[in-house]
């Protein structure tokens, strides 16, 4: 029952990090925070043992992160500052697949297998983030990699989104090759998520800051039963920063936010994306800042795919929340899954099945959206400032300032 397995995955990772710290791998004690609350910023509602999506008993999550070069971009060279993020719904070795259900809140993007998914209501496999120009090889190493799996299934249309990482990355050499893909998908674990400029999200901008993955979890509470509702992000939106709200504070104003700059002078950036650091302007006719962001839900309370697709739709609001419109070249697309229903999902017979009751379906809401907005913040604190293609930088959100901010 959902209540048992949260009980026992409760009762997992609240020893987890008191383990890691005897064996030196986790530090509680370090002055350098690494995500949102240790900086003061106030959040809603309970989260799992580990704040992030692998508190839902099964998901398993992977990154491949690859960085090498500097200077000037030269396509197929470098600077390469991009990589590939996996999520395991039941984990690597399982094939049984979940019921889903996606949203696109402005399809400035890509999410592939979603007509499938609507049709059908069932997601098959792992699912993948990376960036604009990769989606087709992460595509096609999760059709090899299921295969060699032996999932029951004569064809696969897996499900890979993105964002877009060219400002900072040769996004148009597509560095991201299908062993890249495997090691993500065979280095995927139940454990921690690592956060900011890692995997899928090595070279995003979010909120005129380093963006890039971002995790967060909620329990809630339904008829005495417990469910988790986790979220993990690839944040590339508001690129400039112009509006951005922490808590309850508009922080635009208060904190040095879009002061991205080209630091070599002597480089003329293929794409003008800022000024240079000087503070001499480029190109007024810059590409579009917008951005975009992928959000995936995953929880393990049984709710069926009409209810996922409605499920799907709150991280909208989250979005709302940090002051985000979602601009007309933003692609903001949005997937969700349940981990209910295990062993009850077969497309050859009658399955009897539990539905979570409609009505009760706010707390999950509710929880989809105080995890997204964390999971957002997140992503911004844990990545650090990037110097990426044609000598682009891009600073992380300030940790003293906004501490400062929430000490008031």
């Given amino acids: 029952m959902p209540r048992q397995s949260t009980k026992r995955q409760l009762c997992f990772y609240a020893s987890l990090p008191v383990f890691l710290w005897i064996l030196g ?23 799992g043992p580990l704040n992030g999506i692998t508190d839902v008993l099964g998901v398993e999550v992977g990154h491949k992160t690859l960085i090498s070069g500097e200077g000037p971009l030269v396509r197929g060279v470098g600077p390469i500052r991009t990589g590939v993020t996996v999520i395991h719904p039941r984990g690597k070795v399982s094939t049984e697949g979940v ?22 209501g069932l997601i098959d496999g792992p699912i993948g983030i990376t960036n604009t120009h ?10 090899g990699w299921m295969v060699d799996q ?9 499900i890979v989104a993105e964002t877009y990482d060219g ?14 893909v495997y090691s ?25 800051f380093k963006g890039g993955i971002g995790t967060a979890s909620r329990i809630v509470s339904v008829a005495d039963q417990s469910y988790v509702v986790g979220v993990l992000v690839q944040c590339n939106y508001n690129w400039g920063g112009k509006s951005l709200r922490l808590g309850d504070q508009w922080v635009s104003e208060k904190l040095p936010v879009g002061e991205h700059c080209y630091t070599d002078p002597s480089i003329a950036p293929q794409n003008p994306w800022f000024p240079y ?29 009409h209810q996922l697709n409605r499920l799907a739709k709150r991280p909208a609001l989250a979005l709302g929340r940090l002051g985000a419109i979602s601009n007309p070249g933003s692609g ?77």
Avoid at 137 to 142: E, G, K, S
Avoid at 282 to 296: A, E, F, Q, W
Wanted: net charge negative; proline share 6%; aromatic share 6%.
């Fill in 25 to 47: 791998l986790a530090n509680p004690l370090s002055a350098e925070p690494d995500r949102a609350r240790a900086l003061g910023i106030p959040f809603a509602g309970k989260t």
């Fill in 99 to 120: 019921y889903g259900g996606w949203f696109t809140l402005n399809a400035s993007g890509e999410m592939t297998g979603t007509t499938w998914l609507e049709e059908r």
């Fill in 134 to 143: 990769s989606v087709g090889i992460v595509r096609d190493a999760f059709v």
């Fill in 150 to 158: 032996k999932w029951p299934a004569l064809w696969h249309a897996p």
């Fill in 167 to 180: 400002a900072l990355n040769d996004i148009n050499g597509q560095h991201v090759k299908r062993p890249h």
């Fill in 184 to 208: 993500a998908l065979e280095q995927a674990t139940a454990g921690p998520v690592t956060e900011g400029a890692v995997g899928g999200g090595t070279g995003m901008v979010c909120n005129g």
């Fill in 277 to 305: 650091c000087s503070g001499a302007e480029l190109d007024k006719d810059s590409p579009t800042r917008d951005g975009s962001i992928i959000v995936v839900v995953a929880t393990d309370a049984p709710i069926l795919p």
């Fill in 332 to 408: 903001d697309i949005f997937l969700a899954f349940s981990t209910g229903n295990a062993g009850a999902i077969n497309e050859d017979q009658f399955n009897k099945v539990e539905q979570f009751p409609n009505n009760a379906l706010d707390t999950l809401f509710r929880g989809t959206v105080q995890a997204t907005e964390e999971a957002i913040v997140n992503a911004m604190v844990a990545a650090d400032t990037v110097t990426g293609a044609d000598g682009l930088r891009v600073h992380r959100l300030p940790h003293d300032e906004v501490r400062e901010l929430f000490s008031q």
